[in-house]
């Protein structure tokens, strides 16, 4: 899924990229904060390692210069190690670092799942689970912005707590004094499994005690740790905590830059939610004040919803919140994965995938302020950002350094190209792109502003080796709704569409798409629903023949767990069950779909 690093222009993003038929190979692209492709960067993007090896489980973050270094797993010759790559401003890979990338870890088995931190002096810390032993545990390394390992770091890192159990599921976040980052694992010994933390100075040492230190004083199963600065070298972190029944309910502490529970705090950790129905996923925004914002996805109701809580640095429910959170957005429809970004004013806009029109998903936002309401001027059950035919899904948000934000998320239409869409929300009605629809004989475009609002606006339309240029007008219907059909296009063609209007003299340009008309339909694998799945996956499939296609079920060391002939499906749109009808083990797996020369790839996640 994309993930996006704030930056001083743009946002990069990495996406996987498909078009070499060798597997998941990296490659990243940056968007500037009106949502178009940075000028410097080339047509194609930047391939971030030229071997041929397979790459996939991939996490960035900035370097604070506009820029990104950029972590992923690649199959090696004994297990899945570990690479790191700096990316300039411009897209090329910074001076002094290898073109494929930086060998991170090399160690026996498998590494995986690299999660990093910016240090605030343009290096980052990798966090990471490795097998080496042969049971998992918590890794770190430290890398300067150079590509130099910092002084008491080893080769292959450094193990954040020696104890010879297995642990699982790490987080890390900068604890904002100095380089040095907090970490929080999950580790098993008898019974449930339990989450601990660590504190590591810039060289590697560890501050708080050698095993790390206990979130809280219970003994239930804990999982999924997210988190967020405090503000004074700590950190909040939240977790989901299976307790009475086994459903799965959200709590969070505050730990302070000692390494301990910080004064108000409950001992086993505070609720943010009484209400029926598990509470999952759940994604955290500081509020400035030492305390945080945080989002999940929630099963009250039956089916999904999205709702928020604010807790203050103190340990309490912020006052005027209601004590089992806000409904972010509630429609009858599925709510899922939601993302968050905090506002800078103690709320958070929060974006989220969103199943009410049918079985793939749109991408929707919101603002909730630090009052605990919905910001003034926002739909009630959010705002379309991008509501194709295809599914979007895994929205992620950015600063746009304007007080706004930039969402990105994975889009599955037919032209194969991932939407960046710069949302702007400053004063007046601002146009958000609803959808972009193309086939090979027209684009339709739809925008919308606040319902009641007499805006108009000059279509233009650049492309085809022509400079921006009006191709027409529109005027928002009495829904909000401002539609444009472009039938002069190409197969093939890409084309870019923003809105403009006068403004005080001074021709202002809004919301923007990017389009790629499409050739005649090719092989495609969609994305899996749902997604983490509960034992069952299928996935969307769609073949252009009758000819030989094998759709095959991988783990994420590449090994084959399972294969299946499916040409015989014949062209079209199929889904399909993998495994044959059997459960699958909860953990992640990679679905290849291969017809002659040409071959698809995509993650999925299962659980219990």
């Not at 239930?220 to 070298?233: E, H, I, K």
């Not at 792109?433 to 279509?459: D, I, N």
Request: charged share 20%; with cysteine.
């Amino acid at each position: 899924m994309p993930r996006a690093a704030q930056a001083q222009s743009g946002t990069p993003v990495t996406c996987a990229d498909f078009r070499t038929g060798t597997g998941l190979e990296v490659f990243a692209e940056r968007v500037t904060a009106s949502g178009q492709v940075h000028a410097e960067w080339t047509p194609d993007p930047a391939r971030l390692c030229a071997g041929t090896a397979h790459e996939y489980s991939f996490n960035l973050v900035s370097d604070g210069a506009g820029g990104a270094l950029v972590a992923w797993v690649q199959s090696g010759a004994d297990g899945a190690d570990l690479f790191l790559q700096h990316l300039g401003a411009d897209g090329s890979v910074a001076p002094g670092w290898p073109v494929g990338g930086l060998a991170l870890c090399t160690a026996a088995h498998d590494q995986y799942g690299p999660w990093l931190a910016a240090d605030g002096a343009g290096g980052a810390w990798v966090v990471w689970e490795d097998y080496r032993s042969g049971r998992g545990a918590i890794f770190a390394s430290h890398v300067s912005g150079s590509g130099e390992r910092l002084q008491g770091i080893p080769p292959d890192g450094i193990a954040v707590c020696d104890a010879a159990l297995d642990q699982s599921g790490a987080a890390v976040f900068s604890d904002g004094s100095g380089g040095g980052v907090i970490v929080v694992w999950q580790q098993r010994a008898v019974g449930p499994a339990r989450l601990r933390a660590q504190r590591l100075a810039p060289d590697g040492a560890r501050a708080w005690a050698e095993a790390g230190v206990a979130l809280t004083a219970g003994d239930a199963a804990q999982s999924s740790p997210v988190l967020a600065s405090d503000g004074a070298g700590g950190a909040l972190v939240v977790w989901e905590e299976r307790r009475e029944g086994g459903v799965p309910r959200l709590h969070a502490t505050r730990i302070t830059t000692g390494g301990a529970i910080a004064a108000g705090w409950p001992g086993e950790g505070l609720a943010l939610c009484a209400a029926a129905g598990a509470q999952r996923h759940a994604v955290v925004a500081a509020d400035g004040a030492g305390g945080a914002v945080v989002a999940w996805y929630d099963l009250r109701a039956g089916s999904g919803d999205i709702y928020a809580q604010r807790v203050t640095a103190e340990g309490a429910i912020a006052a005027g919140w209601p004590a089992d959170g806000v409904a972010v957005c509630d429609d009858p429809g599925e709510q899922y994965g939601p993302a968050m970004l905090p506002d800078g004013a103690g709320g958070a806009f929060v974006a989220w995938e969103d199943y009410r029109g049918g079985e793939d998903g749109d991408i929707y936002a919101t603002r909730v302020t630090a009052q605990g309401a919905l910001a003034a001027g926002w739909p009630t059950q959010g705002v379309v950002l991008c509501a194709t035919p295809e599914a979007q899904s895994s929205p992620a948000l950015a600063s746009d350094g304007e007080g706004g934000a930039i969402a990105t998320w994975n889009d599955a239409r037919s032209a194969g190209l991932a939407v960046f869409q710069s949302v702007a929300w400053s004063s007046g009605p601002q146009p958000a792109l609803v959808s972009a629809e193309a086939s090979l004989e027209r684009v339709r475009l739809t925008w919308h502003v606040p319902a009641g609002s007499a805006f108009q606006a000059t279509v233009m339309r650049s492309g085809e080796g022509a400079e921006l240029a009006p191709v027409g007008e529109v005027a928002a219907d009495a829904q909000g709704m401002l539609r444009y059909e472009d039938r002069e296009v190409k197969p093939g063609a890409r084309y870019r569409y923003r809105l403009a209007r006068v403004r005080e003299e001074a021709l202002e340009l809004l919301a923007e798409a990017v389009v790629e008309i499409p050739w005649p339909a090719a092989l495609a694998l969609l994305a899996a629903r749902p997604n983490p799945a509960p034992g069952v996956l299928r996935v969307a499939l769609v073949l252009p023949s009758a000819q030989r296609a094998v759709l095959e079920l991988l783990d994420v060391g590449g090994r084959r767990l399972a294969s299946r002939e499916v040409g015989a499906l014949g062209p079209g749109a199929h889904v399909v069950e993998l495994a044959e009808g059997g459960r699958l083990a909860p953990g992640v797996y990679l679905v290849r779909l291969t017809q002659g020369r040409a071959s698809r790839t995509l993650r999925a996640t299962v659980i219990r």
